[in-house]
């Protein structure tokens, strides 16, 4: 069965830096990738996707994430971060034929002055 | 932008009693999902739904948990006798085709007490 990991739980950056949310899957082949945020109170937004194809991915809000395959990780980046992005953020693998999504465990993003 | 749409945002109900969750799928999607999240965990998969009939469920859909597409629009969860246990925030999902991704509607708090 396929598992993520996300390692960091909480990520502190300064506005206007650059960010960069690492995710880790494990599964045998090529997986479906996605990153979805997730606002206080708030549902999951879907922020981009990986299918196939090209692996530098972008999302919006300013959001890519790139899939590497030797790897076997899909991070997130953003290359100036917004107090608005403050947020917890889910990285989750759907295989091909999927029925489901397995989520990470998430990485809340706090967003400092 | 089309969206999922989940009532009540809260509910509160007494253990043992029964609770139906709704959900609003977008209009043109065919697949339909339950996940929860447990406060401070990760999103799960409950049950996924096509075609009229569940097509995958996760050992946390038991006996107690049951879903229904009761007319063209509506998709719900009914737990049946609810357990301290149960209390989590529900997420309702769709998607349109193969390939595509899912899209989540803000969640319904399930507060047993």
């Known amino acids: 069965a396929q598992s993520v990991t996300q390692p960091d739980i909480h990520i502190t950056v300064s506005e206007g830096a650059s960010l960069e949310l690492r995710c880790n899957y494990s599964?045998?082949?090529?997986?479906?990738l996605f990153w979805y945020v997730q606002s206080p109170g708030q549902g999951l937004q879907l922020l981009l996707k990986y299918f196939s194809g090209d692996t530098l991915v972008q999302g919006i809000k300013g959001f890519e994430a790139e899939f590497k395959r030797s790897q076997s990780s899909f991070n997130l980046r953003k290359p100036s971060v917004h107090w608005s992005d403050a947020a917890e953020y889910f990285c989750?693998?759907?295989?091909?034929?999927?029925?489901?999504?397995?989520f990470g465990k998430g990485t809340m993003l706090l967003v400092s002055p | 932008e089309p969206e999922v749409t989940q009532t009540p945002s809260h509910q509160v109900t007494q253990m043992g009693q029964e609770v139906i969750l709704r959900c609003v799928p977008i209009?043109?999607?065919?697949?339909f999902y339950w996940y929860r999240q447990i406060l401070g965990q990760k999103v799960e998969f409950l049950v996924s739904f096509y075609n009229n009939e569940i097509s995958e469920k996760s050992e946390i859909f038991d006996d107690q948990f049951s879903v229904e597409r009761p007319d063209g629009s509506n998709f719900t969860l009914k737990i049946r006798s609810t357990k301290l246990e149960d209390s989590a925030m529900y997420f309702c999902?769709?998607?349109?085709?193969?390939?595509?991704?899912?899209?989540f509607g803000d969640g319904t708090r399930l507060s047993i007490l």
């Open positions: 209009s043109n999607h065919l697949y």
């Open positions: 999902a769709s998607r349109s085709f193969e390939n595509q991704p899912q899209h």
């Open positions: 989750a693998v759907g295989v091909p034929g999927y029925s489901t999504l397995t």
């Open positions: 599964y045998g082949a090529t997986p479906y």
